[in-house]
């Protein structure tokens, strides 16, 4: 259901998903509505098969298949919303998280971790703190007999 105002749905500076890539289905929400919840299909759900998609390039295809391997049924995405009472913003919110999914699982990962070592000042003073409450620890203690 392409429309003229949103050409497409921009996750970042060099990923729009188009329109035509995206299937809405909706059904009833559970939830707060009253009498209208009966009638009224509210939820949404945003479906996009993220496999056969022409906005990724093989190697952000790769990524994003891997990230969110959990989330796919045979390479499609699917986001749900219902927690408002009026389609629109169910809409809204469904594509909102839609673009964080999307946008998190093409996150280039972080750089590995470079191992370390505790200065020398540094491990001193750890064990001046502990030799510190040590001495706090045996003040606290009945004198000895001895």
Known sequence: MPSAHRPGLRVSAGVTIPESELSWRFSRSSGPGGQGVNTADSRAELVWDAAASTALSPAQRERLLERLDGRLVDGVLTVAAS????????????????????????????????????????????????????????????????
């Open 83 to 146: 927690e408002h009472r009026a389609q629109l913003r169910n809409r809204d919110a469904a594509r909102e998280r839609l673009v964080a999914l999307v946008a998190e699982a093409l996150r280039p990962p972080s750089p590995p971790r470079r191992p370390t070592k505790p200065s020398r000042g540094s491990k001193e003073r750890r064990l001046k703190a502990k030799q510190r409450r040590t001495d706090v620890k045996q003040l606290r203690q009945r004198p000895r007999d001895s």
